[in-house]
């Protein structure tokens, strides 16, 4: 069963436009989330995080916008521009005792497609 | 600074054959993992090693061992191939408290 959701497969936005990610989880000890973008044949790169205790955190283009309450979290993406279209992965992670943040469940992955 | 480096890059194994996956990081980071991806699937654990000298099973560890050599690298062994082990597989290392970051991957076809 999967803890971690991305129900949209797919997402098609145009240049300098807003690009909206949403992901949902399930299991209430997560109290890290990540977003990695995934370009064809390469290993997935860290784009931006944010801990429990906040509810955004922002790099640059990228905001993510945290809801403990109803278990989700949304990717920021403004403006968009041809060079995001990639996967984005949403995952989360436990910092429990023995647990480590590399320790990741992810989501089955959003393809952003950017057009000019 | 290559960070994570992953040997082969590609491999076509025959069903039964065995191989190992190699893994090494430079980022002096204590924790290593294996995940593999698979279409629709997203990334799934299948081994970790929190620290040198500590190995434990992720989401889906049945048909291979890990071998955490030393903090620099963790192998992963496929002792009896199968088509289901047919994905592409990544290693990724990271402190305790930082994100992790994953290798180029390995594409394995097993036939």
């Known amino acids: 069963d999967q803890q971690v959701k991305q129900n949209s497969p797919s997402l098609s936005v145009q240049e300098g436009r807003i690009s909206i990610l949403n992901c949902d989880y399930t299991n209430s000890m997560f109290d890290y989330f990540l977003w990695y973008k995934k370009y064809p044949a390469e290993g997935p790169t860290f784009l931006i995080s944010?801990?429990?205790?906040?509810d955004k955190n922002e790099d640059g283009r990228f905001t993510v916008f945290l809801n403990k309450s109803a278990k989700h979290l949304s990717l920021h993406i403004v403006p968009s521009q041809p060079g995001d279209s990639a996967v984005y992965f949403c995952?989360?992670?436990?910092?429990?005792?023995?647990?480590?943040?590399?320790?990741?469940?992810f989501g089955r992955g959003t393809q952003l497609t950017v057009w000019p | 600074n290559a960070g994570v480096t992953q040997t082969p890059k590609f491999q076509v194994l025959k069903t039964g054959q065995s191989m190992t996956l190699q893994c090494a990081q430079d980022?002096?980071?204590?924790?290593m993992y294996w995940y593999r991806q698979d279409p629709g699937m997203g990334l799934r654990l299948i081994y970790y090693?929190?620290?040198?000298?500590?190995?434990d099973k992720g989401e889906v560890p049945n048909g291979y061992n890990v071998s955490r050599l030393n903090k620099r690298e963790f192998s992963l062994r496929l002792e009896s191939a199968a088509p289901s082990q047919t994905s592409v597989y990544f290693c990724?290392?990271?402190?305790?408290?930082?994100?992790?970051?994953f290798g180029q991957g390995t594409r394995l076809t097993v036939v």
């Open positions: 990724a290392s990271s402190l305790r408290d930082t994100e992790a970051f």
């Open positions: 944010i801990s429990s205790i906040k």
């Open positions: 995952a989360a992670s436990s910092s429990g005792r023995g647990s480590t943040l590399g320790r990741l469940y």
């Open positions: 090693s929190a620290s040198e000298g500590t190995t």
């Open positions: 980022m002096n980071h204590n924790s």
